[in-house]
């Protein structure tokens, strides 16, 4: 027989803390405090396993649950001597949630169960208080009601006060035993009136009608949007836990709170939390009653702190405050209730914090002794570190919201609305702030988006063309922000009501995705001590590399200062969209004659010669991957009127001539056309200015810098062997002629960018001609699952709610299908070629998860956007301890 119940407290503990993928954080937390004599009211857990086959069974429950919760009902009954239902001495329960991960305040609680109008009774006259009898009836038809019947909570509340305004009192507490009767009277009348049911007398259809309600929760529209931001998945269930209540609204030496081992927002070790007397839970959190400080330290003029109001329960939570912690060795949440002065832990758990908290946590833990330097590693989420890496919005600040996108890049910024990139840096050059507001993006408006503080689109999802440039760029992004209406000919953007103008400021806030009316202010990144070494730490225990994605200095001093090992995707597309260049860019393209066309080249190759020289200067010898032009040719076309004919006045061509060799060199779908190595082959002057200005620049950096520089020369969109030999023939020419000229030695590695599933599948040939492997892993998963980025956002959402795809494909890798590609094309790759040096650039770089993956498959290095590079290393090192721990195991 399957067993779908397991008892805790009293005498009988079957659970233990390692079980809480079965009994939940909560349930496993209850067994393991009963078991080391903790003072824990007995009680049950139904498992994680019942809410599987709940949903699976169209909700309904296994044929024998219901004789083991009977039998563990008479467990609770034994252990605290009372009986459910009984008349005289009724035991009463509640009925919690508890997923096998920390969802605070995401699922439905039911407190008091068990209560109708003759159980009320024979707890007046147990506990000698009707008035606390009453109270806690009234509160379990207004709980139960509402989480059970569907009936909206606020209108209990508004009964609730109308009663107090009538009364003339204050507070609930005010309330006499009597006119609680009158209540519970009113509330059943609202329950009947609302559902068109009574509201239910018999104890046990309460508390299967409570189970059903927690169930329930587990797919309500929070708790799923919890686990979609927190990457918990739907099948893991929830787990129910059944246990006697014990009342900290009995008087005024009762209480109930909540408190943290440690403060959870800036992790110093003082105990920290909040308290009520003569109170229930739910007061805590409702926010109806204003809460208490624990300790006398951290109460102000007027408080009454829990030290001074119930010293005997407070220090007997101070002791174990300490036994918990040291148990448990983490910062621990504690919920409790005192009843007639008599401390009752109900709930420890593994406390939400700050990433600043988590560091310093971790830090001083380890420092402690408490944990070890690795399990310190092991403790930071680090995607949280973007908390740290990024100015964030002051959560004192009042702000409206106006529209919510994609969280597209961190951070917070606020400026004047621009529509162009042309008019950010016209205003940027005025020391304005101002944010570029686009429908979506082009890789013409990179140099608009690097001036301006931050960027909105309303298309495009988290890896779309906005999205990516602008965390490689560091700049804040919101993306795909559906509820904005942009009308580029009236300057507008409509929102949430407001009609905003050119010129009206806004606030994006990268990290949840909201924008906001107005100037929200600001608090800069504080990188503490603790900062620095925890990332010590972690780099001590990584195997893999990490690099960053950088086309500018400023990109790749940011890169190196949150400690980048070199650069794994220099993208040099991205250089020729300033104004000064873009104009030869299209010349070049556009021409036929061969003199005009040497004549833009030209001007371009010393842009480039300074790109790359500015580049190797500031990494000073760490490696560094330039990717030769890649974009589709389709992009540098000049699209209006106005662009054409700059281009045949700088020609000095005939328009019509110029028109129709635009519209020729269109494609329709340009990211499947004319562009990387076909380009090179098609062109190859293109790429031969290239790597002329690479083997130039290398030579005179290596001069500057006093260390040899060795490029790294990558060449992209290769699907075949036989394009590559051709492309690294012609590049190998082009580096000798260099070579002969300046009379000097140069080192270098010409290799390719694997992002088609062909050259995935054929990768033991492409080695042959590569010397190096970079997985671009963007447009692999494009290419491989038939997807654009950009345009699949409008359908991805869904995917991912109806579980279709685990995630996003483009945030984090498709293990099965991409990562099978970069699997086969690693094994392949060094079965030519063994110890071949490979390396991914996609924006899956900085993904934890995705690197976890690339720590397993062998890759040397990951390269992400100088922002991610310490989430990079951090997730690195995870990934190599957690390695190793599966090796040992």
Not at 142 to 164: C, N, T, W
Not at 381 to 387: G, I, V, Y
Not at 536 to 550: E, F, P, S, T, Y
Not at 752 to 757: G, N, S, Y
């Amino acid at each position: 027989m399957v067993q779908w119940v397991y008892c805790f407290g009293g005498t009988r503990n079957e659970g233990r803390a390692e079980m809480r993928n079965l009994l939940g954080g909560k349930g496993a937390n209850l067994a393991e405090m009963a078991s080391i004599g903790l003072p824990v009211p007995a009680g049950f857990t139904i498992t994680t396993e019942v809410c599987t086959a709940y949903y699976k069974n169209a909700c309904a429950y296994p044929d024998d649950l219901k004789a083991q919760v009977e039998n563990a009902l008479r467990h609770i009954e034994q252990a605290i001597g009372m009986g459910f239902g009984d008349k005289k001495n009724p035991l009463l329960v509640s009925v919690r949630s508890g997923a096998r991960v920390s969802m605070p305040g995401m699922m439905d609680t039911v407190l008091n169960l068990g209560l109708n109008d003759e159980t009320v009774e024979g707890l007046a006259n147990s506990s000698g208080d009707p008035r606390f009898a009453w109270d806690s009836y009234r509160r379990f038809i207004q709980m139960y009601g509402s989480v059970v019947m569907g009936v909206p909570h606020h209108r209990f509340e508004d009964i609730l006060e109308e009663a107090k305004h009538a009364l003339r009192v204050q507070d609930d507490t005010e309330i006499t035993a009597e006119q609680l009767r009158v209540l519970v009277k009113d509330y059943r009348a609202l329950v009947l009136g609302e559902t068109g049911k009574e509201f239910p007398t018999d104890p046990h259809v309460q508390l299967w009608g409570a189970i059903g309600a927690v169930f329930g929760s587990w797919m309500n529209p929070r708790a799923s949007t919890y686990r979609k931001l927190h990457d918990i998945p739907a099948e893991w269930g929830t787990a129910v836990s059944v246990q006697a209540m014990v009342f900290g609204n009995m008087g005024d030496d009762c209480a109930t709170g909540v408190c943290f081992t440690r403060d959870p927002s800036t992790g110093e070790n003082v105990f920290y939390g909040e308290y009520l007397v003569n109170a229930q839970g739910e007061d805590v959190v409702a926010g109806i009653r204003t809460p208490q400080p624990m300790a006398i330290a951290r109460a102000e003029d007027g408080q009454k702190p829990m030290e001074t109001v119930l010293p005997e329960a407070y220090a007997e939570l101070s002791r174990i405050r300490s036994l918990l912690e040291g148990h448990y060795r983490d910062m621990q949440d504690i919920e409790f209730t005192v009843q007639k002065n008599v401390l009752y832990i109900l709930q420890t758990r593994s406390g939400k914090r700050t990433a600043a908290a988590a560091l310093k946590v971790a830090i001083d833990m380890a420092h402690e002794g408490l944990i070890t330097q690795e399990e310190a590693i092991l403790r930071v989420p680090p995607s949280s570190l973007n908390q740290l890496l990024h100015p964030a919005l002051d959560p004192k600040a009042e702000r409206t919201q106006l529209a919510r996108g994609l969280p597209a890049s961190p951070g917070a910024a606020a400026g004047a609305i621009v529509f162009t990139a042309e008019d950010v840096e016209t205003h940027a050059a005025r020391d304005e702030d101002v944010i570029l507001v686009r429908i979506e993006t082009s890789p013409e408006d990179v140099h608009g988006m690097h001036a301006a503080k931050g960027v909105l689109t309303t298309r495009g999802g988290m890896t779309s063309h906005a999205a990516v440039v602008a965390r490689g760029m560091g700049r804040v992004c919101v993306a795909g922000a559906g509820g904005i209406q942009v009308d580029y000919k009236a300057k507008t953007v409509t929102a949430g009501g407001h009609v905003l103008k050119e010129g009206d400021w806004i606030t994006l806030d990268g990290g949840t995705g909201s924008v906001y009316l107005g100037r929200v202010a600001t608090i800069p990144p504080v990188l503490s001590g603790d900062f620095a070494t925890l990332m010590g730490w972690a780099d001590d225990a990584r195997r893999l590399r990490v690099r960053a994605n950088a086309e500018t200095i400023a990109d790749a001093e940011t890169a190196l200062s949150f400690g980048a090992e070199g650069i794994g995707l220099a993208r040099t597309e991205h250089m020729f969209f300033a104004p000064e260049r873009i104009g030869h860019v299209r010349q070049m393209i556009m021409t036929e004659n061969p003199a005009l066309r040497a004549r833009a080249i030209e001007a371009l190759q010393q842009f480039q010669r300074d790109d790359f020289i500015g580049l190797f200067r500031t990494m000073a010898g760490l490696p560094v991957t330039i990717r030769l032009l890649d974009p589709p040719l389709h992009e540098f076309l000049p699209h209006g009127e106005n662009e054409l004919a700059d281009v045949a006045a700088a020609l000095g061509e005939n328009i019509e001539v110029l028109r129709a060799r635009r519209d020729a060199l269109s494609e329709s779908n340009p990211m499947l056309g004319h562009r990387g190595c076909r380009l090179g082959i098609t062109a190859p002057e293109i790429y031969a200015m290239q790597v002329r200005a690479i083997a130039q620049a290398a030579i005179r950096a290596a001069e500057i810098v006093g260390k040899p520089i060795v490029p790294e020369i990558m060449i992209p969109l290769v699907a075949t062997e036989e394009e590559l030999k051709r492309t690294r023939a012609a590049a190998e020419e082009t580096i000798k002629a260099v070579i002969a000229e300046e009379g000097v030695e140069l080192k270098y590695d010409i290799g390719t960018m694997i992002e088609l599933p062909r050259a995935a599948l054929t990768a033991e040939h492409i080695a042959h001609e590569a010397d190096f492997f970079s997985f671009g892993t963007n447009d692999l998963t494009q290419t491989t699952l038939g997807l654009s980025r950009d345009d699949a956002a409008s359908f991805l959402p869904l995917y991912v709610e109806k579980g279709i795809l685990p995630r996003d494909p483009f945030v984090s890798i498709d293990q099965e299908g991409v990562g099978a590609l970069v699997r086969m094309g690693v094994t392949k790759g060094r079965t030519t070629r063994p110890g071949m040096k490979m390396g991914i650039c996609g924006e899956h770089g900085g993904d934890p998860d995705s690197i976890a993956f690339f720590e397993s498959i062998g890759l040397d290095y990951v390269s992400c956007s100088p922002f991610r590079v310490p989430v990079a290393r951090l997730a690195a090192a995870q990934a190599a301890l957690q390695k190793r721990e599966k090796t040992i195991a």
